[in-house]
């Protein structure tokens, strides 16, 4: 994955989604302007309070608590309008980045998924974003709530007194080396903090899915032990980046307090020398003042986008992810479901030998070939370039006489209902895993429920019944009924070509008996691809093909095979123990 290395790529990428609520960045910017205008008028307030307050009766005293009043109550108007404005992009922005996050691993080829961790993948999707706009958003804020009255107020001073307020700038070199520096050791840090907190969010993943295997092995120590190291990294590395941002503000407190203790003595003499009233003397230093603390917030602003581009560099990775190919141009309207495989080889990356050797196989539309053979015969790699997750090394695979590369890939797996021997179910309702991306039909669920025996356990035992949630990939069921649930969804779909991958392997007899007779219903109207270890499940397939290292040894009915006394002749003694 390539990440972007500079900050204009990284800028100008996390400005495309901000783009479209430029509205709401201006109206931001004019409602902290409004703000910004009333800074100068207090010092300005002060100044006339002085000269002509206490020497003359030029305006009521009860003007003064009106005016200031009012001032305050105007800034913190045009504050709030700002502030609320700013969230409103802020947060749509937000929410067009985590759509086009998701975009990009809905978008992501298959073989990114076999090293990207699901905890990962949450934290950049769902996280991250919020985190980088929030953290360079605050950053926005304090620019035009302490920025631009900082640039007002210094106006104002040099509308005041030119020659001390350029003097006042001498320091700002020193403190730019200051913050520069600083930021660099904090963008160090940052780097480490996030990749550390990656790992946390990879270990409580795990966890989480495979907590049966952990308590199985009696591993809650070990993983509290690997849990404590990784949170301590992260806690190490925290301390650090809080470290080196903490340093930014005391050091350039430090700088401008030079500065400003050089500047008042000059005015001093100033005022002495030249007789400057007290009014003008006191306006000055005001101002001077609430620049500096203006410039004090501004100090703080790098650490935290220093951190929100590191994120942003991981966050962003994730939509450089190379993209699946979809080449195809053609699509099919009305297919039959012959499929050819011609001379097929496939080696995935980093393989000793081929999954697939020249392999030439034959599923005729409207029969039920079963694929049989020992783990890593091959099967599961069949249906892995059927599906089209990858691409043969050599050779092609026909569907209806029609090369599947020039099929587009979305024609070509609407053809297609799969259960695999992984099952996968969402955290909604029974209807919703049924009725997957598919408009809800109550005839067809009731008829895929029955046909998968599961509609008495749904209409009996389920008080909501078909809008029973099944938790997290349906912990709420069992192994058994989870497999149904499986099967339903891709009777539900009523594609042309069904794939079984050990689709009743957690059935029992009843359950997949029942299953097969619904599947047996459809035979001569689809075609049926089974993959089983379990040989009793595949007697009625009109042919078996015998897979081993990536060919096929041996193949026909379940008669015939028995009548060579070949390999599955030996399979099925093995399985019946004699």
Same mark, same amino acid.
């Given at each position: 994955m390539? &990440?972007?290395?500079d900050l204009k790529?990284?800028?100008?990428r996390?400005?495309?989604?901000v783009?479209?609520?430029?509205?709401?960045?201006?109206?931001?910017?004019?409602a902290y302007?409004?703000?910004?205008?009333?800074?100068?008028?207090i010092?300005?307030?002060?100044?006339?309070?002085?000269?002509?307050?206490?020497?003359?009766?030029?305006?009521?005293?009860w003007w003064?608590?009106?005016?200031?009043?009012?001032?305050f109550?105007?800034?913190g108007?045009c504050?709030?309008?700002?502030q609320y404005?700013?969230?409103w992009?802020?947060?749509?922005s937000?929410?067009?980045?985590?759509? +086009?996050?998701?975009?990009?691993?809905l978008?992501?080829?298959a073989?990114?998924?076999t090293?990207?961790q699901p905890?990962?993948?949450?934290?950049?999707?769902?996280?991250?974003?919020q985190?980088?706009?929030?953290?360079?958003?605050n950053?926005?804020?304090n620019?035009l709530? %302490?920025?631009?009255p900082a640039?007002a107020?210094l106006i104002?001073?040099f509308?005041?007194?030119?020659?001390l307020?350029?003097?006042?700038?001498?320091?700002t070199p020193?403190?730019a080396?200051?913050?520069?520096?600083?930021?660099?050791r904090?963008?160090?840090m940052g780097?480490?903090?996030y990749?550390?907190q990656?790992?946390?969010v990879?270990?409580v993943?795990d966890v989480?899915?495979?907590?049966?295997?952990?308590?199985t092995f009696?591993?809650a120590?070990h993983e509290r032990?690997v849990f404590g190291?990784?949170a301590?990294?992260?806690?190490?590395?925290?301390?650090?980046?809080?470290?080196?941002?903490?340093?930014?503000q005391?050091l350039?407190?430090?700088?401008?307090?030079?500065?400003?203790?050089i $500047?008042?003595?000059?005015?001093?003499?100033?005022a002495r020398?030249?007789h400057?009233g007290?009014g &003008?003397?006191?306006?000055?230093?005001?101002a001077l003042?609430?620049?500096t603390?203006?410039?004090?917030?501004?100090?703080?602003?790098?650490?935290? $986008?220093?951190n +929100?581009l590191?994120i942003?560099?991981?966050?962003l990775?994730?939509?450089?992810?190379?993209?699946?190919?979809?080449n195809?141009?053609r699509s099919?309207s009305a297919?039959?479901?012959?499929?050819s495989l011609?001379d097929?080889?496939l080696?995935y990356?980093g393989a000793?030998?081929?999954?697939?050797?020249?392999?030439?196989?034959h599923f005729?539309?409207?029969q039920?070939t079963?694929?049989v053979?020992s783990?890593?015969?091959?099967?599961?790699?069949?249906?892995?370039?059927?599906?089209?997750?990858?691409?043969p090394?050599k050779?092609?695979?026909?569907?209806?006489?029609?090369?599947?590369?020039?099929l587009?890939?979305s024609?070509?797996?609407r053809?297609f209902?799969?259960?695999?021997q992984?099952?996968?179910?969402?955290?909604?309702?029974?209807a919703?895993?049924?009725a997957y991306?598919?408009p809800?039909d109550?005839?067809r669920?009731?008829?895929?429920l029955?046909?998968a025996?599961?509609w008495?356990f749904?209409?009996?035992?389920?008080?909501?019944?078909?809008?029973?949630?099944?938790g997290?990939?349906?912990?709420k069921?069992s192994?058994?009924?989870r497999q149904r649930?499986?099967i339903?969804r891709?009777?539900?779909r %009523?594609?042309? $070509?069904?794939i079984?991958d050990e689709?009743?392997?957690?059935?029992?007899?009843?359950? &997949?008996r029942?299953?097969?007779?619904?599947? &047996?219903?459809?035979q001569?109207r689809?075609?049926l691809i089974v993959? +089983?270890?379990?040989l009793?499940? $595949?007697r009625?397939?009109?042919?078996?093909?015998v897979?081993?290292?990536?060919?096929?040894?041996e193949?026909g009915?379940h008669?015939?095979?028995?009548?060579?006394?070949?390999?599955?002749?030996?399979?099925?003694?093995?399985?019946n123990?004699?």
């Amino acid at each position: 994955m390539s &990440e972007p290395q500079d900050l204009k790529t990284i800028a100008r990428r996390l400005a495309v989604h901000v783009k479209p609520y430029t509205k709401g960045l201006v109206l931001t910017g004019a409602a902290y302007i409004g703000a910004a205008v009333t800074e100068p008028l207090i010092p300005k307030l002060i100044n006339t309070v002085f000269s002509d307050g206490f020497t003359k009766n030029a305006f009521s005293i009860w003007w003064v608590p009106a005016v200031l009043i009012g001032l305050f109550a105007l800034r913190g108007f045009c504050s709030f309008v700002g502030q609320y404005m700013f969230n409103w992009t802020l947060l749509r922005s937000v929410m067009d980045f985590r759509a +086009a996050l998701l975009d990009a691993l809905l978008r992501a080829d298959a073989r990114v998924f076999t090293s990207l961790q699901p905890g990962t993948a949450v934290t950049k999707v769902v996280n991250d974003p919020q985190q980088i706009m929030s953290l360079i958003g605050n950053s926005a804020i304090n620019v035009l709530r %302490d920025g631009l009255p900082a640039l007002a107020m210094l106006i104002y001073l040099f509308y005041l007194n030119w020659q001390l307020t350029l003097l006042s700038l001498v320091t700002t070199p020193l403190m730019a080396l200051v913050v520069q520096k600083v930021n660099q050791r904090v963008r160090a840090m940052g780097s480490r903090t996030y990749d550390a907190q990656l790992q946390l969010v990879n270990k409580v993943d795990d966890v989480t899915r495979a907590w049966r295997v952990v308590r199985t092995f009696n591993a809650a120590d070990h993983e509290r032990a690997v849990f404590g190291k990784l949170a301590q990294d992260v806690q190490r590395n925290a301390l650090k980046t809080n470290a080196a941002g903490a340093l930014s503000q005391p050091l350039s407190q430090l700088v401008a307090s030079v500065g400003l203790s050089i $500047i008042i003595c000059l005015a001093l003499l100033q005022a002495r020398q030249t007789h400057t009233g007290v009014g &003008e003397f006191a306006a000055f230093v005001t101002a001077l003042l609430l620049l500096t603390s203006r410039l004090r917030h501004l100090s703080d602003l790098m650490p935290p $986008i220093s951190n +929100a581009l590191v994120i942003a560099r991981g966050c962003l990775s994730l939509m450089d992810m190379p993209t699946e190919p979809d080449n195809g141009q053609r699509s099919l309207s009305a297919v039959r479901g012959d499929i050819s495989l011609q001379d097929v080889t496939l080696q995935y990356p980093g393989a000793e030998r081929p999954a697939l050797l020249g392999l030439n196989m034959h599923f005729k539309a409207g029969q039920t070939t079963a694929l049989v053979g020992s783990s890593g015969a091959g099967k599961s790699s069949i249906i892995h370039l059927l599906l089209a997750f990858g691409e043969p090394d050599k050779g092609q695979i026909l569907l209806d006489g029609v090369p599947i590369s020039e099929l587009q890939k979305s024609n070509l797996r609407r053809q297609f209902a799969v259960v695999s021997q992984d099952i996968v179910l969402f955290d909604t309702s029974i209807a919703n895993n049924i009725a997957y991306a598919q408009p809800r039909d109550e005839a067809r669920l009731e008829q895929a429920l029955r046909a998968a025996h599961l509609w008495d356990f749904v209409q009996k035992e389920l008080p909501q019944g078909l809008d029973t949630l099944v938790g997290a990939n349906g912990s709420k069921l069992s192994g058994g009924q989870r497999q149904r649930l499986a099967i339903a969804r891709a009777l539900y779909r %009523d594609a042309p $070509i069904w794939i079984f991958d050990e689709a009743t392997s957690a059935l029992d007899t009843e359950s &997949e008996r029942a299953v097969q007779q619904a599947l &047996e219903q459809w035979q001569g109207r689809k075609t049926l691809i089974v993959i +089983a270890h379990r040989l009793s499940t $595949i007697r009625s397939a009109d042919t078996i093909q015998v897979m081993s290292q990536g060919r096929v040894i041996e193949g026909g009915t379940h008669a015939e095979l028995l009548a060579t006394d070949g390999a599955y002749a030996a399979m099925v003694r093995a399985q019946n123990g004699e």
